[in-house]
Structure formats: C-alpha cells, structure tokens
T-cell receptor, first 115, second 113 residues
Framework: AQTVTQSQPEMSVQEAETVTLSCTYD???????LFWYKQPPSRQMILVIR??????QNATENRFSVNFQKAAKSFSLKISDSQLGDAAMYFC????????????FGKGTHLIIQP | DTAVSQTPKYLVTQMGNDKSIKCEQN?????MYWYKQDSKKFLKIMFS???????INETVPNRFSPKSPDKAHLNLHINSLELGDSAVYFC????????????FGPGTRLLVL
C-alpha cells in the first residue's frame, strides 16, 4: 500500500517570504501522480499543483512550484512571495496510474502567514 | 455554477439514527468518490464509483452504503450512527485515470451526539 508522509505539522513564514513544505511517499509503482491540495478555513479542497511521475521537469503554477525527486520519493512544495491568502492546511496526495483510485493523503501541514 | 455540491452542509443527529448525504456533480465526470476527514484533519478514501459501479470500498463498516442512481449523483447512507462517525465527509469527482484532478464538494460536517 502506498503511504504519504508530511513531517511538518505546522510551518510559519513571513509575508512575502518563501516557504517549502515537505512530502515523502512510498510506492512500488512506476506510474503515478502527485498532488498538493490546499484547504483554507472555508474547508474547500483546492488543487494547487500536480506532477506526473514520468516527467522529470518540476511542475510550476505561478508562485507555487515543486521539487520532485523520484529516486528519493520526495515531493516538496515551494511557495514564493507568500501572501496572507496562502494560510491554510496543505495536503500532499498520491494517486496511482489506474482508473478510479482514490487519493492517498498525507496528514497535512498547517501553514501560518505572519504579516 | 457549483461543480460538486453536497447536501446538507451540516448534520447533527443522535446515536443510532440513520442519515443520508447527497452529492451531485455537473462536470460530466464518470468517477465519483467519498472521503472522510477526521477530527485531526486526516483525509481517507471511503468509496469510489466509476460509471455507477463500485470500484473501491476501503474497509468501511457495512453501516455505510453508497448509492449511485446515475453518473452525476453519489449518495452516502449511514445506518445506526455512532459517535466515531462524527467527521467531515467530502464528495469528489473526476474523469477516470490517476492523472485527473479530483474536484471536491464543500464537505458535510456530521456530528453524532
């Protein structure tokens, strides 16, 4: 079974600074996908960024980028120029390449933005 | 336009009661899911349906029964509610395939007293 580990229960960063959230995973599959979801206090789950395991290039979405290290099974999220609206729970998630698999989530990192 | 909607958003009930949560998606997706988020915010897949057929049932008690009347709807019925069922339940949908983004509903907070 796949597992996803987020070792930082909480992180704090000053507004406009950069922060990196860690995620490691364990799988024996070669075809899989990794995601970061954001859950603000509103409770809505919002996709931040997605990475295909077969792609060597790290995904980027505006101020959000990942550092995907396939051999190390590491998938960290970097948030640049942090904004107050980035304050939320961030979940790392894994999905296998198959059909209707559900996401396997890490336990989440609570990100606090200091003004 | 709401992509994935759930009703109700809040549900407070007594132990032993039976309750249902409804989910509808207007994205044209073939696959729908139910997730449970516990008090520590941990999210875990419960069920997955593809084209109205059950694909995954992750060690969920028999008291939980999903029903998919059509591709756009996936309802969750819970019998004989227990205190430990208190959680936030999320419905999600996507096209089939691991690369596809799952779109989540707003969640239903269930409190069993």
């Amino acid at each position: 079974a796949q597992t996803v580990t987020q070792s930082q229960p909480e992180m704090s960063v000053q507004e406009a600074e950069t922060v990196t959230l860690s995620c490691t995973y364990d799988t024996s599959e070669s075809d899989y996908y990794l995601f970061w979801y954001k859950q603000p206090p509103s409770r809505q789950m919002i996709l931040v960024i997605r990475q295909e395991a077969y792609k060597q290039q790290n995904a980027t979405e505006n101020r959000f980028s990942v550092n995907f290290q396939k051999a190390a099974k590491s998938f960290s999220l970097k948030i640049s120029d942090s904004q107050l609206g980035d304050a939320a729970m961030y979940f790392c998630a894994y999905n296998s390449g198959g059909g209707a698999d559900g996401l396997t989530f890490g336990k989440g990192t609570h990100l606090i933005i200091q003004p | 336009d709401t992509a994935v909607s759930q009703t109700p958003k809040y549900l407070v009930t007594q132990m032993g009661n039976d309750k249902s949560i409804k989910c509808e998606q207007n994205l044209g997706h073939d696959t729908m899911y139910w997730y449970k988020q516990d008090s520590k915010k941990f999210l875990k897949i419960m069920f997955s349906y593809n084209n109205k057929e059950l694909i995954i049932n992750e060690t969920v008690p028999n008291r939980f029964s999903p029903k998919s009347p059509d591709k756009a709807h996936l309802n969750l019925h819970i019998n004989s509610l227990e205190l430990g069922d208190s959680a936030v339940y999320f419905c999600a949908s996507s096209q089939p395939g691991g690369r596809e983004t799952q779109y989540f509903g707003p969640g239903t907070r269930l409190l069993v007293l």
